[in-house]
Nanobody, 120 residues
Framework: QVQFVESGGGLVQPGGSLRLSCAAS????????LAWYRQAPGKQRELVAR??????DYADSVKGRFTMSRVNAENTLYLQMNSLKPEDTAVYYC???????????????WGQGTQVTVSS
């Protein structure tokens, strides 16, 4: 199954922008729904943006600030994050929706993620 590698995170001041990338190890053309997730310290992982074919949905907390896109020809997902807030600080992951299960296990299969820190 497809695996994902996230990149593009970093330290940014409040109000700043970052663009995250997610490179897939194989074709994402046939994957119906893909998503960006994040996990802040001490909190559960949450879905922040989801794209199914050409329809995109966002968590209320990021709506109007984040934009997700998928480029099937590049097997890549992007997350443009604008007007960043300290509460956006988290490790960001990409995956299918629902997340892939590691073969032979009952565990969700996650990559390393990319750290986003919003702080002055």
């Amino acid at each position: 199954q497809v695996q994902f590698v996230e990149s593009g995170g970093g330290l940014v001041q409040p109000g700043g922008s970052l663009r995250l990338s997610c490179a897939a190890s194989g074709s994402i053309y046939s994957v119906y729904a893909l998503a960006w997730y994040r996990q802040a310290p001490g909190k559960q992982r949450e879905l922040v943006a989801r794209i199914a074919r050409y329809d995109t949905d966002y968590a209320d907390s990021v709506k109007g600030r984040f934009t997700m896109s998928r480029v099937n020809a590049e097997n890549t997902l992007y997350l443009q994050m604008n007007s960043l807030k300290p509460e956006d600080t988290a490790v960001y992951y990409c995956n299918a929706d629902p997340p892939y299960i590691r073969p032979g296990t009952a565990d969700e299969d996650w990559g390393q993620g990319t750290q986003v820190t919003v702080s002055s």
